[in-house]
């Protein structure tokens, strides 16, 4: 693997051969979380695996949901070589590749939406402003127990206790000040009224026990799409390419594979 700076902001993760496969980590997570399912994918695909503006090696984008998608479009478009890249966001991740794509179109020609969705539910909109709150008032620390429940099922979380230190560990890293904005950002947004403007394949993947983006929010994702895909993975929370990584890499295989025939 091999790293770059794109657009001198965004650091970069390169591996793999093929055409352009752009991912995208959770917001409770980092660009690590793809390390179990890169390697596969990079059989096919040239891997470009960002860390979003604010995160590891890249800056800060100040200005919203919107200034870090737009960052995000150029460092891709220079990684890319101009040339339209498939796309896969996880949570975070997936929203800012959702706003990627409809603020710039053609930059993606086919999208995996993993956990994510259009808008929160007002009791998910409340669960980001409390994050923030308590962020703000006693530090990432204070709400590392609420960001694990949200990434892995209780179950999970006490039958994996190594990768729920790295994970935790990972969280913390994690700058408060980006980690605040972001939820601001994900608790007032709203892309529902623009769902039909997308005009590329989607795959809208969700685990079934979610709880940070629960599965009906993927279902009216999918819904409000003109050509999307709904795949429940089961036995999984947030971040399925962690935890059931053969599988999510298979669902996503299938989908970008399915839709390079098509063209």
């Known amino acids: 693997m091999q790293s770059m700076v794109a657009d001198g ?17 959770s917001l409770l997570a980092d660009a690590t979380s793809f390390d179990r399912v890169a ?13 979003l503006p ?5 800056a800060p984008a100040p200005g919203g949901l919107e200034a870090v998608a737009d960052r995000v479009a150029q460092a891709v478009r220079e990684a890319a070589d101009g040339q339209p890249a498939a796309g896969l966001g996880n949570g975070y991740g997936g929203f800012v590749l959702l706003l990627c794509a409809l603020r710039h179109p053609g930059l993606f020609d086919r999208l995996v939406l993993a956990d994510c969705g259009a808008c929160f ?16 008032e006693k530090g990432l620390a204070a709400i590392a127990d609420t960001a694990m429940r949200r990434l892995f ?4 979380q006490d039958a994996h206790p190594n990768l729920m230190a790295e994970r935790r560990a990972a969280f913390l890293r994690t700058d408060p000040a980006v980690f605040q904005a972001a939820c601001a ?9 623009r769902l039909s403007e997308l005009r590329v394949p989607v795959l809208v993947l969700v685990g079934e026990h979610d709880e940070a983006t629960p599965p ?3 279902r009216e994702l999918a819904a409000g799409l003109p050509e999307a895909t709904f795949v429940m993975v089961p036995d999984c929370a947030h971040v ?8 999510f890499e298979t669902e996503v295989r299938a989908f970008l594979q399915g839709q390079a025939a098509r063209r």
């Open 9 to 25: 902001q965004v650091a970069l993760a390169v591996s793999g051969e093929g055409p352009p496969l752009v991912l995208l980590h």
């Open 185 to 193: 950002a994900l608790a007032g947004l709203d892309l529902r009224g």
């Open 153 to 156: 099922a209780p179950a999970f």
């Open 54 to 58: 604010g995160f590891g090696g890249s």
């Open 39 to 51: 390697p596969g994918l990079g059989r096919d695909f040239r891997i470009l695996i960002p860390d």
């Open 240 to 247: 399925p390419q962690l935890q059931s990584p053969e599988a």
């Open 216 to 218: 009906a929010m993927g």
């Open 121 to 136: 539910p007002e009791p998910g909109r409340e669960a980001f402003r409390g994050m923030a709150r308590a962020a703000g």
